[in-house]
């Protein structure tokens, strides 16, 4: 049996918390056989984002509706009711903290350098927050010269300074 | 009153679940007066992994130990009891989910974004996880044109695929 | 394709936790096409009352059963099963603490402030608390001078003191 | 005995979770006699934002922390040590859920509207959230014509749509 | 539409952690357009024990499921089956701590009181417990000379002191 | 030794959550060898009222606090800023659920009957709530013919109605 | 209509926790009128034991098996792939704390005397536990001179002390 | 150096959740060097009660004052108030869930036999509940033929059935 | 009826936290009567981390699924499917803290042996931690001389040092 | 500055759950610049048996005793009463779940792994658990050819066999 690429799929333990068309987008995206990087160059977007859709956690213009539904073979009418048309109910995609091993890692990430982020960035910017609404986020493979894999992630949120009032 | 330049401190609501040596560092470097990209630049080392170190998040080498001293005003032998020769006992410095707004929104990107983060790593990837000790990460400034600020934060771990056995 | 105007809508994760009738009123108010301002102005009740009314929260007189059913061509014998003759059983239309963003902030401003709101009421009304059931809220959009928008909530509710006993 | 005018004071068995200062603070302000809307008229600013301060949840400008000083005869040079060129540590002030009861129904109104309140924002807005940052906030007192009280609470933020990315 | 007196229904939100035949004696309640006084009376039971039969919190004797089944229409045997012979299991009809407002409530006045009715108790009593076991409940209307309306609730339990062994 | 009336004392592992008077006013009642029920009284007020007083979760008139200075031989400045003139911060007397035994059965109460209480109520009353806060509460001793103890509480609380807005 | 012996039930709203046969077990042996007494004896093993087999929380011989069959009236195959040739996955049968108040009362025996059974038994066995796993228990009626019933529960382990490394 | 007995101790990390005079009975009985067995004796109580007063979870009598004072060499006035004549504030000895392995076996066994238990007693006794108040407890030491020890642990508590209302 | 060799099996109590094909693949084992010893042998992999497939937290090769596929008459285009061709969702099969007697066993080890673990290893090591990624498990049955059994469990991880930065 | 080599320290942070010789225990430990590995080579003690006697997870025997009196320069008899004539009070050397990373790897091995333990272990013993008191563990470093570390951790229980009863 010859090996086929592996692609993100949606383990159906956790497709209770999420809607249901999330599970049809996961299927056709599999019998499409296409990865997030091939949708996202087609959608002009950035892979996470695209992955975020399909989680219920962004929406979709309606171009992307248009572009997703061609690409995947889907019904543009029903995919618009499900991705396009609706505000996304966010935040459910997983327990927190997480148990999977890849997420905790960015909880993790969160929890140790949580208050040197806070104190470099009070620093660096003065008192306020990074936005995580506008806000985009990345991730880059990069391989160094031992032909060692890196994982890099990039978090790009406006800075909002707390307004006194 | 002349405004001075904001420093992070050490909120002392946070200090009990620190070790002892924190408010020490956080008052010394307020003494001195300086930021931690001040310190970072004489370190040689990151201005989150400085942070780090005064939090308790992270271990400093003997050079390390050395430059703060100098640079603090601190006793070297004391200093290094404290942060140079122990091994941290890391994850405590905040509540999880953290209260801190700042905090929080990094601890929301997890929250939305961790599934989509999971299904674009592993389809770039493999199936592994991005480590977070063989990790780096770093906060960066931006200013667009408009000239509204961006808060950059790039995480960079090194890929760990799961061994078969 | 043509956008069209988004509406509310039911993510069905969240339908369990609700009467099932709610998924019902969603549906019947996407395939009117009408928002829940079209909906308060036909009621001459407030927006977020009707939202409520939709997610069990709140309960409608006989007056609202019969204007919604017209609206939304439901049948009004049983519209008033399901939301006229019975006492919502509340607080369940989500998790606390809030995973969705925009539902968080809520909860985010309760946590920041909780104690400075407590501390102001106290000190211009003395020892007792807002009401939330003899109680109402609106929402408000405001657009400022250089264009950008503001929500505004406000909330109302009756003064109980403490009764001596 | 006659009747004093009673003054918001700190619980003892709060202080823990709060800065050091929080104590100076409204032991200085029982001192002086002083409601938070005297302060806030000296501030110029709202009455729940200098609660906020008076409780480590935000932060005071220079000018803030010279009237502060002198209304309230405490040495400038710590004020503004300890409200004035930190980074307040926010969301710490009580339990959450709250315990408190008039805490308790803010909490409440958040759990049982939190839903209508994005179902209408969404409508209103689009996708995003009111921030709890670029925001402000007021508490008025209405009687009405029957001599009742009702408690009035504004909360106003900036609308941020989620960036598309 | 005339108004129809509202009787208490079952949220199916809450039947799924409730015994199946919840939901029967609910709607048969409804379909004879009973409420909990009118069943009380001809069981010559209290409305809560009534009420607590409903929610699986009680169970209820031959003469209660023979009385019960005429007035509600039921078969017998069957009503035998789910609330005769049977031993309930208790404790399962809402989430504590409760979310529903008026359920809330009562569960407030544990919290603040809890100590305060300890001590009192402790002090006319001795040490031991009023129990919930051997225990009654009653709720009364009372509506007072201003037409004011009062819930009255009144717990009595058998006072249980701690054996000494 | 003969047997001295027991009186409530404070757990001093309790006393950690309370306003530091709390000690304060515990030990004077001992030393006065007084009951609640005793100060409730002189005071012209109920017995769980004033050991609410006592556990900080209710407030004293300029009256309460004159004769309670009086009656405990306590310095009546310095009672008024403990208990005459502050604003309680409710809610914090003991953890919950509750592991006291005796304050557990209420909270079980609550947990067994909460959804039969509110059925019967809602039928009653309407929609809404009985209030905690325009509300008292009493314990009284009841022995019947067979001698054996009994403990009645009463709750009496104003009934409030959802405002429809 | 004449009573006929209660016999313990599985309410089906904790069916979902168990596995499917427990449902099978409870209502073979309702339909075979028997108590888990009866059972015992004819298995010679003791009543808390046949419950735990019920309940998913023991497994069962093969002689079990065949007495169970024969005696519920069950297909012998089907009940030994339930409950003979599997390892019990067991913990599951309410949650902790449990809410039902007959089990609640056993957890607050461990809530109240876990620590004194600790100082107890060290004193009496030196350093180790009292197994659970080899363990039997059970329960007893007793009716005393005053024909009061107690419940007698006994708890038998094997002693392990810890083994020195 | 000679093995000496030894004694149940008080890890001075759980003191802070007990009453402060926990500490000075557990420092005389070990100056003392009496078990709780030795103290049983001498008061005529099980052995289990007396560690119960120890950890500040019974109560004690004067006369059990008495020969504890006289046992344990301490001041009788200043025992009466610390044992004698308050009311035990229970259930604080340790968290819940146990982390303790000796007592986490007891909480096990409650976890996976409580509804086998229930099941049990309900068909034995009828609906009610065995009583943790009106209740005895003894540990005993058993060692079989094969020299092997075994815990038994005996709960003996009155029958509480439901009262009908 | 003879006793047949017990294998494990899967409750379906926690089949629902699991992907939908775990039920299938135990079912086909169980068919096959087969051990995860068996499968191993056939696979070359050791029995944890066949487990760990059948449970849904391991991946599988091409060339696992092939031979799984035929020992276990499964078809391998859908076998591939639900093991080979997807990234796991690991971190599900139990709720944690654990509630099985056997798995709360390893829990305990991390509870009271944790920071000895850490302590011993830092001081072999240095800073880093022991990668459960890039790591494997065995279990091996040992009898020793007096005919007893002992589990032996092995962990191996890779070391990973924290990366200065 | 000479790098030396680095102890385990005793976080203070996390001194005040574990008893308040722990700390002596550790700055003995640092002031005779002992690793634990030398420590168990005086005792003729497994490491991680040291360090957990450190931590207050294990006890000593007199020999023990003797010899860390005579090695770390403490009083004989102090330390006796410390950690000689003890019974521990286990599992509160850390929060549950860890947040420490290398305390959590192990923790995430059990909930990744959890059920694949139980399924091979029931199949290679039966049904019964892994003693983690009869039990002994021990942690071991191994360098690959390619110089790589890696940590082997052996655990080893007694097989307990659940009793039949």
Redesign the interface.
């Known amino acids: 049996?010859?090996?086929?690429?592996?692609?993100?799929?949606l383990?159906?333990?956790?497709a209770?918390?999420?809607?249901?068309h999330v599970k049809e987008l996961f299927d056709a995206k599999r019998y499409a056989n296409l990865?997030?990087?091939d949708l996202a160059e087609r959608l002009g977007?950035?892979?996470?984002?695209v992955?975020?859709i399909?989680?219920?956690?962004?929406?979709a213009?309606?171009?992307d509706?248009?572009i997703l539904a061609e690409t995947l073979n889907l019904a543009?009418g029903r995919l618009?009711?499900q991705i396009?048309?609706?505000?996304?109910?966010?935040?459910?995609?997983?327990p927190?903290?997480?148990?999977?091993?890849?997420?905790?890692?960015?909880?993790?990430?969160?929890?140790?350098?949580?208050?040197?982020?806070?104190?470099?960035?009070?620093?660096?910017?003065?008192?306020?927050?990074?936005?995580?609404?506008?806000?985009?986020?990345?991730?880059e493979?990069?391989v160094d010269n031992d032909g060692?894999?890196?994982?890099?992630?990039?978090?790009?949120?406006?800075?909002?300074?707390?307004?006194?009032?």
Chains 1, 2, 3, 4, 5, 6, 7, 8, 9, 10 share one sequence.
């Open positions: 049996m010859s090996e086929q690429p592996k692609l993100a799929s383990d159906d333990s956790i209770d918390r999420l809607p249901s990865t997030f990087a977007r950035d892979e996470v984002a992955a975020a399909f989680y219920g956690q962004a929406s213009s309606p171009e509706v248009r543009p618009r009711d396009g048309s609706v505000f996304p109910d966010r935040g459910r995609a997983g927190m903290p997480p148990v999977e091993p890849l997420i905790y890692r960015l909880y993790e990430i969160v929890q140790n350098y949580g208050y040197a982020y806070k104190a470099v960035i009070n620093e660096k910017f003065g008192d306020g927050i990074m936005s995580a609404i506008a806000f985009s986020t990345k991730v493979k990069e060692v894999a890196w994982v890099n992630i990039k978090l790009r949120g406006k800075w909002l300074p707390f307004t006194r009032f």
